[in-house]
Nanobody, 113 residues
Framework: QVQLKESGGDLVQPGGSLTISCVAS????????MAWYRQPPGAEREWVAD???????TYADSVKGRFTISRDNAQSTVYLQMNNLKPNDTAVYYC???????WGPGTQVTVSS
């Protein structure tokens, strides 16, 4: 079973940028389609973006044009670059390997002035 660990969460001002990472271990990373989810305060977890093994990407409408998901198979890492951040992007961000039950513990992103 793949293990996942997110990092890079921070406090960012509105309009700012941040890149968060998720490192995988325990299995062959390149076999997995990967996804980012987020859970805002007091709300349910919601899907943010996907990247397939071949590098195809899809995004939620709320982040399309602002966020970019990417992966580095040599580093077993998936990234989420976030630009033009808004207060309602504040959430705990989680990565997951598709078609598994593996989730990381999450990383907190707070967008506030």
């Amino acid at each position: 079973q793949v293990q996942l660990k997110e990092s890079g969460g921070d406090l960012v001002q509105p309009g700012g940028s941040l890149t968060i990472s998720c490192v995988a271990s325990g299995s062959i990373f390149s076999f997995y389609d990967m996804a980012w989810y987020r859970q805002p305060p007091g709300a349910e977890r919601e899907w943010v973006a996907d990247i397939t093994r071949s590098g195809s990407t899809t995004y939620a409408d709320s982040v399309k044009g602002r966020f970019t998901i990417s992966r580095d198979n040599a580093q077993s890492t998936v990234y989420l670059q976030m630009n033009n951040l808004k207060p309602n992007d504040t959430a705990v961000y989680y990565c997951t390997a598709r078609y598994t039950t593996s989730w990381g513990p999450g990383t907190q992103v707070t967008v506030s002035s």
